[in-house]
């Protein structure tokens, strides 16, 4: 319901003091407004792979540049995003740092090992909620 319909205003003026004509009524007024919504993530594909794969996420809201790849072990900084739908990327973990022994300094990989790897993407609008990426070890 416009409450607004019908009413006029004598004197009212809009962006760097425009006038509005007596006879337009306040319904008629356009007011535009730019609000910057949150990355949102849809999909992930594949949703499971080994480290160096290449990962294309789907969503909304991504920006040319400045997008980041949020992680549960490293942040991946300015991503871009053509279309602001897409963002492509190659997954490279640490994973031997994260089975290195700290005594020895030697890396032991367990063969036939999932990882869940959270990703999400960040930008100066927010962040997305976050999807999973099976890690195979």
Same mark, same amino acid.
């Given at each position: 319901?416009?409450?607004?319909?019908?009413?006029?205003?004598?004197?009212?003026?809009?962006?760097?003091?425009?006038?509005?004509?007596?006879?337009?009524?306040?319904?008629?007024?356009?007011?535009?407004?730019?609000?910057?919504?949150?990355?949102?993530?849809?999909?992930?594909?594949?949703?499971?792979?080994?480290?160096?794969? /290449?990962?294309?996420? +789907?969503?909304?809201? *991504?920006?040319?540049?400045?997008?980041?790849? %949020? !992680?549960?072990?490293?942040? #991946?900084?300015?991503?871009?995003?053509?279309?602001?739908?897409?963002?492509?990327?190659? /997954?490279?973990?640490? +994973?031997?740092?994260? *089975?290195?022994?700290?005594?020895?300094?030697? %890396? !032991?990989?367990?063969?036939? #090992?999932?990882?869940?790897?959270?990703?999400?993407?960040?930008?100066?609008?927010?962040?997305?909620?976050?999807?999973?990426?099976?890690?195979?070890?």
């Amino acid at each position: 319901v416009d409450l607004l319909a019908g009413l006029a205003q004598t004197s009212t003026t809009v962006d760097n003091n425009v006038p509005i004509p007596n006879s337009t009524p306040i319904s008629q007024v356009a007011v535009t407004t730019s609000v910057s919504s949150a990355p949102i993530l849809l999909s992930l594909s594949p949703n499971k792979g080994g480290n160096g794969t /290449l990962i294309t996420l +789907t969503g909304r809201h *991504f920006l040319p540049q400045g997008n980041t790849i %949020v !992680s549960g072990y490293a942040d #991946l900084d300015n991503f871009s995003s053509a279309d602001g739908q897409t963002i492509q990327f190659f /997954l490279n973990l640490p +994973t031997n740092e994260i *089975f290195r022994d700290e005594e020895t300094g030697e %890396v !032991s990989l367990p063969g036939n #090992l999932h990882l869940p790897i959270w990703l999400s993407v960040a930008n100066k609008n927010g962040q997305s909620k976050g999807l999973v990426y099976d890690l195979q070890i």
